[in-house]
């Protein structure tokens, strides 16, 4: 079993920065590829950004210039840098996790709990 804890959310002003952390727990794992997704009320929810074991990303195109994504293996965190946020960058994100377990081998996904941005002045 895996668990993935994200931090970093927040209220922050248009133009302002947040660095979102998601964090993979357990035993008998690792990680590939690793995503942030968010979702805004009455919407679907979006990719925002991914990044895999090698290190290629790729991003939305709304938050292409503004955000990064990178990630840490020796510590199973993926992070979101945003800055200049504006208003319409406020959702729930959510990070998930593509694994591969070791024993028995299977590839599986998972999600964490979420961390509200809200973007206003």
């Known amino acids: 079993q895996v668990q993935l804890v994200e931090s970093g959310g927040g209220l922050v002003q248009p133009g302002g920065s947040l660095r979102l952390s998601c964090s993979a727990s357990?035993?008998?794992?690792?990680?590939?590829?690793m995503t942030w997704y968010r979702q805004a009320p009455g919407n679907q929810r979006e990719l925002v950004a991914g990044i895999t074991s090698g290190g290629n990303t790729n991003y939305a195109d709304s938050v292409k210039g503004r955000f990064t994504i990178s990630r840490d293996n020796a510590k199973n965190t993926v992070y979101l840098q945003m800055n200049s946020l504006k208003p319409e960058d406020t959702a729930v994100y959510y990070c998930?996790?593509?694994?591969?377990?070791?024993?028995?081998?299977?590839?599986?996904?998972?999600w964490g709990q979420g961390t509200q941005v809200t973007v206003s002045s």
């Open positions: 357990g035993t008998g794992f690792s990680i590939n590829a």
């Open positions: 998930k996790a593509r694994v591969s377990m070791h024993r028995p081998r299977y590839d599986t996904a998972y």
